[in-house]
């Protein structure tokens, strides 16, 4: 049980060029999300997924695109890097009580991303 | 809209003590999660603890509890017996009950840098 996994763990880009990072958990989990983490500030939300099938976005989507591949992975695409967009990224899952509230986030162990 | 907030920068105690980490939260909310997360040099954010609103109790695990007052809409944690690996950055979260979908969100403190003092 790996729990939340995420790729590639440090990545350098050039301003304008794309990517996608990568995460998958194995807990079964309906809901996943994105974060980045700036210095000196708390985890702000980029998009995430209620259940397989539905994206919705969060605090600061602009700039990401995100795809929810089936129950196990959750992607995020910067089509055109800028700087403003070096960041440490950190994809979470969470399940879904009987009452269909997320319980506590499971964080993935984040991707640290340099944009040139 | 919800605020957290960590007004303690910076925390620091000798092994073996106890120190609490302030967080204080604005909400209109009566149901709702407040979190505290641990993140590491390895980066990775790791639970320590989850309070529900609805809980007078205060949670507890091992040696971290919080002494959570939702009249003052404060939740800290204390740390006992403190120990090298407690070192790392704290977050304090909040998530609101409702389970509609824009309230998937949690929202985050700033951090509070804790150094444990060998």
């Known amino acids: 049980n790996a729990g939340v996994t995420q790729t590639p763990k440090f990545q350098v880009l050039k301003t304008g060029q794309s990517m996608t990072l990568q995460c998958a958990q194995d807990?079964?989990?309906?809901?996943m999300y994105w974060y980045r983490q700036d210095p000196g500030m708390g985890l702000r939300l980029i998009y995430y997924s209620a259940s397989e099938g539905t994206t919705d976005k969060g605090e600061v989507p602009n700039g990401y695109n995100v795809s929810r591949l089936n129950k196990r992975e959750f992607s995020l695409r910067l089509e055109s890097a800028a700087p403003s967009q070096t960041s440490v990224y950190f994809c979470?899952?969470?399940?879904?009580?009987?009452?269909?509230?997320?319980?506590?986030?499971?964080f993935g162990p984040g991707t640290r991303l340099l944009v040139l | 809209a919800q605020t957290v907030t960590q007004s303690q920068p910076e925390m620091s105690v000798q092994e073996a003590e106890t120190v609490t980490l302030s967080c204080t939260y604005d909400t209109s909310e009566s149901d709702y999660y407040l979190f505290w997360y641990k993140q590491p040099p390895s980066r990775q954010m790791i639970l320590v603890i989850r309070?529900?609103?609805?809980k007078q109790q205060n949670a507890t695990e091992n040696r971290f509890s919080v002494n959570f007052q939702k009249a003052a809409k404060s939740f800290s944690l204390k740390i006992s017996d403190s120990q090298l690996g407690d070192a790392a950055m704290y977050f304090c979260a909040y998530r609101s009950a409702r389970g509609m979908d824009s309230n998937y969100q949690l929202i985050w403190g700033a951090g509070t840098k804790l150094i444990i003092k060998p």
């Open positions: 309070q529900e609103a609805y």
């Open positions: 979470a899952s969470s399940e879904a009580t009987a009452s269909g509230l997320s319980e506590t986030q499971y």
């Open positions: 807990m079964n989990h309906n809901s």
